[in-house]
């Protein structure tokens, strides 16, 4: 049986200051020809959520995938929190879990990145965003928001 490629790695490149660039890789699901579905949540990248369908390019050169297109919203949302201290980074990521919300932490900038399900009422979610950053224990950005509130 032939071992069929269900999955690649795909960069995602954003600009982060003048003339600086930051690289995210990203496992894609093939989906079809050029269509891949972002299958991890993105720690970094804005404006891609899990589950989005996107359109990528081969860099020959680089014998690398790139991302070239939004093709298709997943309905997920995206939201960064940047926490301050080290201790208060594994509870956040149990509450947003015991609320229904993936999350991965990148742990060498004190990242979770969050993935907020398409059918999970975000209002509870902006709620606790907005009152651990008024107590000053974190900030946070909606990367990638799909929501209503």
Not at 40 to 47: G, H, S, T, Y
Not at 48 to 65: K, N, P
Not at 101 to 115: D, F, G, M, T
Request: glycine share 2%; charged share 30%; proline share 3%.
């Amino acid at each position: 049986m032939e071992n069929e490629i269900k999955s690649i790695k795909v960069a995602f490149v954003q600009k982060v200051g003048d003339d600086q660039y930051e690289t995210e890789t990203m496992w894609c699901d093939i989906v079809d020809n050029n269509n891949y579905k972002i299958a991890n949540i993105p720690a970094i990248v804005k404006n891609v959520s899990l589950g989005d369908i996107i359109e990528v390019e081969y860099d020959i050169d680089e014998e690398r995938y790139y991302f070239e297109n939004l093709v298709l919203a997943s309905g997920n949302s995206t939201v960064h929190i940047l926490v301050y201290r080290d201790e208060d980074v594994d509870p956040v990521k149990i509450w947003l879990e015991d609320n229904k919300c993936e999350s991965k932490i990148l742990r060498q900038r004190n990242i979770v990145a969050v993935n907020i399900p398409k059918q999970i009422n975000y209002s509870p979610i902006k709620k606790y965003l907005d009152q651990g950053e008024e107590k000053e224990i974190w900030t946070y950005e909606e990367s990638c928001l799909e929501h209503d509130y």
